[in-house]
């Protein structure tokens, strides 16, 4: 199969399978999301949701993240992962919000990136989430999944060159909801160890199913 025939295959399938497929992530506002797609980094969606409800209640704007201090901050996320990081990450985040951007979230991926905790994968959670742009965030599970799939070449072993791969193949208007079906694809079915391809529904056009399949 060419590798046309395999994205065309991917955006019919997941077009009619899931067409509303969204972040887990909970959130109400374009603060909360940037907040919880900061602490997610090499963390599940499930603990985050646990963790963001005591933190935005307490800190429900840039304002109050950014008169805080990085051990109050700490209290409220210990149980995530690189807590301390993080906690310096979310007052500094607050505070370039406040200084920088009159405490509201900025659109372009260039203004987003000057944010600290904030590279180029979660700026292009914000622009694609948030501002409907045609970015496509890779974090591990796209990264994954549209290797095995074949939606791009085994050559492709940086997250930037995947990214530039699916936004040339894929139709502006499904790319944001691309990143979450490949992410949702990977937590779910094609896990990093022992895929589920004996139950993937795509297994047809998955190039890593190509060969791997048993032989009769």
């Known amino acids: 199969m060419q590798r046309k025939e395999r994205f065309q295959a991917f955006v019919d399938h997941f077009s009619s399978s899931f067409p509303e497929a969204e972040t887990e992530l909970h959130y109400s506002n374009p603060y ?65 919000l406040m200084d920088s951007f009159q405490g509201e979230v900025p659109e372009s991926l260039e203004d987003l990136q000057t944010l600290p905790g904030v590279g180029r994968k979660t700026a292009n959670v914000i622009a694609s989430v948030i501002y409907n742009q045609p970015a496509m965030a890779v974090d591990t599970h796209v990264y994954r999944v549209s290797r095995r799939l074949g939606l791009v070449p085994q050559t492709a072993t940086t997250p930037l060159k995947v990214e530039q791969i699916l936004v040339k193949n894929l139709p502006d208007e499904v790319i944001a909801r691309a990143h979450h079906w490949l992410i949702l694809h990977g937590r779910y079915i094609c896990l990093a160890r022992k895929p589920m391809c004996p139950t993937c529904q795509i297994s047809h056009f998955c190039a890593y199913f190509e060969k791997n399949k048993p032989k009769i």
Request: glycine content about 4%.
């Open 32 to 96: 909360e999301l940037l907040v919880a797609v900061v602490l997610s980094a090499q963390c599940t969606d499930k603990r985050i949701n646990q963790v963001t409800p005591a933190l935005f209640n307490r800190f429900p704007s840039p304002k109050e993240l950014a008169e805080s201090s990085v051990d109050e901050i700490f209290n409220y996320i210990r149980s995530v992962s690189y807590p301390n990081n993080k906690a310096k990450h979310l007052l500094g985040l607050g505070q370039k």
